[in-house]
């Protein structure tokens, strides 16, 4: 260290005491001595050409900030963990059970409630209107997040979501009219509220490793599924009972379920409190980023800088923009993405509401379709971790052409499941789960690094309108057309919609500042 310009740093007196050697507290003594002791133990100091005082107290700072520094990093790790926990338990009571619950929901509404004429594809209105609700929302559900915090916007959105599960315990005794109004508008309005909320949270502790962090916390939605379709059939159906033929499809008329169904809501929405309250406590906003963001531009001005896995985290796949909504709107990017969206979705919609009236055609054990439906949820969930993975790994749009292909070839052979029989059944609705799952993945990892982090609540709420347009197009089709092109036509029709998808974004122009795919 004797080579060392001391010229700049002649002026520095961090331990200045005028003198007074009482001035520092003991403590601080100790952690200056451990500092120094440290310094000498790896040799920054050489031994006999350590002359120079000004050189030794800036070495010894150099040697406290490393400590520091790895003592600040752990628990900034600690607590993101925490709140991206907390924001999956959040997740966990937000993801939809429509599918599992719908066959004991219609078959209810037609013995004891009105219309009794109601059918599956009437009913799939429940979970547009959620789906409706959800994109009209969303945008100011980032708004809210931003405004007051991450933890007063899930909380306020998961209590409306709750309420309107407990609440269809009433409404589904009177009106498929008002299980819409329950099960459809107030629980898509909190999941609009809570859902972005959750996932921005987790992307402002770990902004190096979107794909992954927004995989994690939505698999809790797709994983809600595998544990409340269990507890819907265990409680509903706990004999195995199968749905009578009628004209209109298969249905359930037997007394001991459709006793059962209201009820189930009063214990669906009470997991759900619990679940929430203790994910609410988790959910905590990182320190304020402003400071963070000059600590790291004031990095290269330090006279010993820290290593640089040590450095604040800085995702190398950003575009470097920072757009509000009325920008965002106006790039080509973002209509890319939300045409992709609006058709990948129109096939999730289809396949989420209806896979489990499909295998009612061919497999008579309830028990069984159930079964399914959770293990597709298993997959719900690992597959957004991995399309999330492959969107930090390689680039989102890589990832999605992915998804879009793998989508196509499961969707054109999935009408073959009626001939080959509940394995292939099975396996065939767990792998078109994992490719579906992988949208709400990417997309908000892809928001973020397009259009920047600050903004990313109310600019992935933008985007999630094309849930809404989807859903409108999606059960309209469902309801008119479904019966005329039959189960062949709607399979292949989803196809074609991932195919479109694929093409289209296969376009996707937006690129990081050194020329690379976000």
């Known amino acids: 260290m004797a080579g060392t310009n001391t010229g700049d740093i002649s002026g520095l007196t961090p331990f200045e005491s005028n003198g007074d050697t009482n001035c520092v507290c003991m403590p601080l003594e100790r952690w200056i001595k451990s500092c120094s002791t440290n310094a000498d133990s790896k040799r920054l100091i050489e031994d006999g050409k350590d002359t120079n ?35 999956i338990l959040i997740h966990l009571t937000l993801g939809t059970t429509f599918g599992n619950l719908s066959p004991y929901l219609v078959s209810y509404i037609r013995e004891r409630s009105k219309p009794s004429d109601l059918t599956y594809e009437m ?12 994109g009209s929302f969303m945008y100011f559900g980032g708004l809210l997040g931003k405004k007051l915090g991450t933890r007063v916007t899930v909380l306020i959105g998961s209590s409306i979501q709750s309420a309107g599960v407990l609440l269809t315990y009433f409404s589904l005794r009177h009106s498929f009219y008002l299980v819409i109004i329950t099960y459809g508008v107030m ?39 595998f544990i409340f379709n269990q507890v ?33 809501f009063l214990l669906l929405g009470g997991c759900y409190i619990v679940l929430q309250l203790i994910g609410t406590l988790f959910v905590v906003d990182p320190p304020e980023k402003e400071i963070l963001s000059q600590q790291s531009e004031n990095q290269s001005k330090r006279l010993f800088p820290l290593p640089d896995e040590e450095r604040e985290e800085i995702d190398s796949r950003c575009s470097g923009s920072n757009l509000n909504s009325s920008a965002v709107v106006r790039t080509r990017a ?3 993405m939300w045409f992709t969206f609006v058709l990948n979705k129109e096939t999730e919609i289809f396949v989420t509401s209806l896979y489990k009236v499909f295998g009612q055609n061919f497999i008579h054990d309830d028990h069984f379709l159930s079964r399914v439906g959770s293990f597709a949820s298993v997959f719900d969930c690992l597959g957004r971790v991995f399309w999330g993975y492959l969107g930090d790994r390689f680039s989102f749009r890589d ?11 499961f969707l054109v052979t999935f009408i073959a499941t009626e001939e080959a029989g509940k394995a292939m059944f099975a396996i065939w609705v767990c792998a078109i789960f994992f490719t579906l799952s992988g949208n709400f993945a990417l997309f908000p990892m892809a928001t973020a690094r397009s259009f920047g982090e600050e903004n990313a609540g109310p600019n992935y709420g933008i985007l999630y309108t094309a849930v809404m347009a989807s859903s409108v197009s999606g059960t309209l089709f469902i ?24 093409i289209i974004i296969f376009t996707f122009n937006m690129k990081t500042p050194k020329g690379k795919d976000i």
């Open 123 to 134: 009913a799939t209105w429940i979970f547009a209107t959620a789906n409706i609700m959800q």
């Open 334 to 336: 973002f209509w890319t």
């Open 187 to 225: 629980y898509g309005l909190g999941v609009a509220l809570a859902y972005g909320a959750a996932i921005t949270c987790g992307l402002r502790w770990f902004p190096k490793h979107k794909g992954v962090i927004t995989g994690l916390i939505v698999a809790g939605y797709g994983g809600g599924a």
């Open 53 to 87: 005082q000004q050189q030794r107290r800036a070495l010894l700072l150099h040697s406290a900030a490393l400590n520091m520094s790895n003592i600040g990093l752990r628990r900034k790790k600690w607590r993101g963990m925490v709140a991206v926990v907390g924001g």
């Open 479 to 502: 309801s008119t057309l479904s019966k005329r092109i039959g189960w062949i036509g709607l399979f292949n029709f989803c196809a074609g919609c991932s195919l479109a998808g694929g």
């Open 399 to 409: 990832a999605m052409l992915g998804l879009c292909t793998f989508s196509v070839a």
């Open 232 to 264: 819907q059939t265990a409680y509903i159906n706990p004999q195995n009972l199968s749905p009578t033929e009628r004209l209109s499809g298969k249905y359930f008329d037997q007394k001991e379920i459709l006793d059962r169904t209201p009820t189930c």
